[in-house]
């Protein structure tokens, strides 16, 4: 199974504010959060975040290298004074 940004969630009947119906497999509905949909942007400030564990560190540097994004690390000063 691939990766996950963060776990699944259950979805919510947005009309009566209620989940779906759980009597049958059939309404049960989840969204899915899978690294390979997240946004780069996404990605970046969870990286930077931190209140990001390593190991999820890891996994999102990862996923960036394998859509072929190179990674450029700076220290603070140089972030303040290329801005």
Do not use: C
């Not at 119906?21 to 959060?33: C, I, M, P, R, V």
């Amino acid at each position: 199974m691939p990766a996950k940004f963060k776990p699944s969630e259950r979805v919510v009947n947005k009309v009566r504010g209620q989940r779906m119906n759980t009597a049958s497999s059939k309404n049960k509905k989840y969204q899915n959060y899978w690294l390979k949909n997240t946004a780069k942007q996404e990605l970046f400030d969870a990286i930077n975040s931190s209140r990001t564990k390593p190991k999820h560190k890891q996994k999102f540097r990862n996923e960036l290298v394998r859509r072929g994004i190179k990674i450029e690390w700076l220290t603070q000063e140089e972030f303040d004074n290329a801005q």
